[in-house]
C-alpha cells in the first residue's frame, strides 16, 4: 500500500536534507489539522450519540464502525508525525448490510429542529454520522491531492473508500427504515438519461479509412 522508501532523503533549497518527520508541505499540514480535527470530531459522535441509540442493529454498526474510525484515526496521526509507514496500515471497512434499495417515497411528518434532547433518535443520530462520512469522504479527498509526503498520501486516499462503504451502510439502514428515501425518475426518463452517452473509441481506433478510388492519383 505505501510507497515510501525508508530512509529516503528529501531537500529544502534554503535548508538543506529534510527529517522523515519533517517532509510534509505547508499546506498538507494545515490540510491534516483540519483531517484530524474532523476525525476527533466524528468518534466523539460515537461515543457521545451510543448512548441514546434504540435499536441493537444500529448499536452493533455503530459499534463497528467506531472502533475502526479509531484505529484508522491512529494511523494517520502515526505516519502524519513521523512521515514514514504506519505500523498498523490502512484497513478495508466492510459493512455487514446487503445491499437492497427500497425506492419510492411514503409520506412522512415534515421535519423539524428538536426543542429539547429528549427528541433524539434514531433517524437523527444515523443521519448525523451519514453526513460525518459524507463530509470525511470529500475532505479527505481535497487533502490527499494538496499532500506531498507519499506515505501520508496513500494513507489518506485509502481511507477515503471507508468513508464511501460506511456511509453507504448507514444510508441503506435508513432506507430500511423509510428514512432515508429514494425517488426514481420515471422509467422513459431513466431509459432517456441513461442511453444518453455511447462508448468512446480508443485513440487510433475507428478511423474511417479512405476508399481506393477517392485516394489521390499520380
Known amino acids: 500500500m505505501e510507497n515510501q522508501q525508508q530512509g529516503q532523503m528529501h531537500q529544502n533549497m534554503h535548508t538543506g536534507t529534510v527529517p522523515q518527520q519533517m517532509n510534509h508541505g505547508g499546506h498538507e499540514v494545515f490540510d491534516l489539522n483540519e483531517v484530524l480535527s474532523a476525525g476527533v470530531g466524528t468518534i466523539n459522535q460515537y461515543v457521545l450519540l451510543k448512548e441514546h441509540v434504540q435499536d441493537p442493529e444500529l448499536r452493533d ?22 512521515g514514514q509507514n504506519p505500523q498498523v496500515p490502512t484497513q478495508t471497512y466492510n ?3 446487503n445491499n ?12 423539524k429542529p428538536f426543542q429539547s434532547a429528549s427528541e433524539i433518535n434514531d433517524e437523527y443520530i444515523s443521519g448525523c454520522l451519514l453526513s460525518a462520512h459524507k463530509s470525511g469522504a470529500s475532505l479527505k479527498t481535497m487533502s490527499a491531492l494538496e499532500v506531498t509526503n507519499p506515505v501520508v498520501r496513500r494513507v489518506l486516499a485509502d481511507s477515503v473508500p471507508n468513508c464511501i462503504e460506511m456511509a453507504y451502510e448507514l444510508s441503506i439502514y435508513q432506507n430500511k427504515h423509510h428514512y432515508y428515501q429514494v425517488p426514481q425518475l ?9 442511453n444518453a452517452y455511447a462508448p468512446a473509441s ?8 479512405m476508399p481506393m478510388n477517392n485516394q489521390m492519383k499520380h
Open 186 to 194: 420515471a422509467a422513459q426518463d431513466m431509459q432517456a438519461l441513461t
Open 95 to 97: 459493512m455487514t448490510q
Open 100 to 111: 437492497d434499495f427500497i425506492y419510492g417515497l411514503t409520506p412522512t411528518q415534515p421535519k
Open 202 to 209: 480508443a485513440p487510433g481506433q475507428g478511423q474511417m479509412q
Open 61 to 82: 454498526m455503530m459499534n463497528r464502525q467506531h472502533a475502526f474510525l479509531v484505529q484508522e484515526y491512529n494511523t494517520t496521526v502515526e505516519c502524519f508525525k513521523t
